[in-house]
């Protein structure tokens, strides 16, 4: 709702994109019934719906160039054999230690084996401004470590696969969940050295539950019921000063209204409880 309402606003576009890089997570049909989801809600996006599995040889092409810059290298540790590395004195997160850093690597076209590829973080701060949550930063190196961007079990990474994906599409604003926002320094460095254009970010609170858990399957959330008033009742977590459901006549008259009054100055910058009622 926060970006559908945010590109309406700027009568900008909206773009809807299925994450299924990971096929062998993929539920059959859970496609179609997202996107009905968002059509019985009165979401009308722009463009067609595009697929990450589609944009493979986008994702390959940007290893290789990233690996012939020499910032990259592969990676061989199991995850129980970096905890170990760690041990006792486990800094911030159990950061990848950079074992494997001096590793040379044999740049493999096939990508087809069974090693991690990694890339180092540079020693300087990185720093933007979002819109919501103000001046963001981090310290790649203390606060992330060398990442991976390409994962042992053969599928690229969400930080490097969704930089190309907003690229292909020229995604100029991103509005997603909090959640996301410690992993945008290490998508804006990406961006950096690929040289694609840095877009504007905006972080939006979690819904989360009374245990703190963010609404989702995983949290056992009710299924969404694209019902007028829980519309009204997400735009409302949102900050907006949106009237009552009994006052629309019906969901485009809402969706009308968000586009005219939408202001993401208001949106909360916490995470917040949202019982489904
Ligand atoms: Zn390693």
Redesign the pocket.
Known sequence: MASYADARHSDGQWLVRIDDIDQARVVADSDQHILSTLEQCGFEWDEIVSYQSQNLKYYEAALQELQYMGVTYP???SRKQIQEKLGKKQIKNGIYPG??RHKSEQINSSLNHKYAIRLKAPAADISFVDQIQGVYSQNLPQDVGDFIIYRKDQIFSYQLSVIIDDFQSQITHIVRGYDLLDSTPRQIYLQQLLGCPVAQYAHIPLAVTEEKLKLSKLSQAKKVDCSLKTLVQAAHFLGQNCPDAKDFDSKDDFWQYLATYWDINKVPRMEKQMIMV
Do not use: L, S, V
């Open positions: 990676c061989i540790c074992t494997c």
